[in-house]
């Protein structure tokens, strides 16, 4: 049967299977639905991270006499 989303295989020691096992019984889900919810998180925060860093960049060469108003940017209303 094909399935709609990729498949991925990782080799993991035996205590971090006994943790997501755990882990998968409590929440009431499957293994890798605890797997796939972990990297959505770590994917999350390293997304964050990377537009901290481009907002402290930006930061550094913004000019509030040179910024657009929001009334410039959308108009008057509506």
């Known amino acids: 049967m094909p399935t709609k989303n990729p498949r991925l295989a990782a080799v993991v020691e035996k ?4 943790w997501l096992k755990k882990r998968a019984k409590k ?3 499957s293994v890798s639905l605890v797997v796939r919810d972990i990297l959505r998180e770590a994917y999350e925060q390293e997304e964050d991270i990377y537009w901290s860093k481009e907002a ?4 550094k060469t913004f000019k509030r ?3 657009v108003s929001h009334k ?6 509506g």
Request: no cysteine.
């Open 27 to 29: 929440q009431g889900i």
């Open 56 to 59: 402290a960049k930006r930061e």
């Open 65 to 67: 006499a040179e910024a």
């Open 72 to 77: 410039q940017a959308w108009g008057k209303g």
């Open 15 to 18: 205590p971090l299977v006994v």
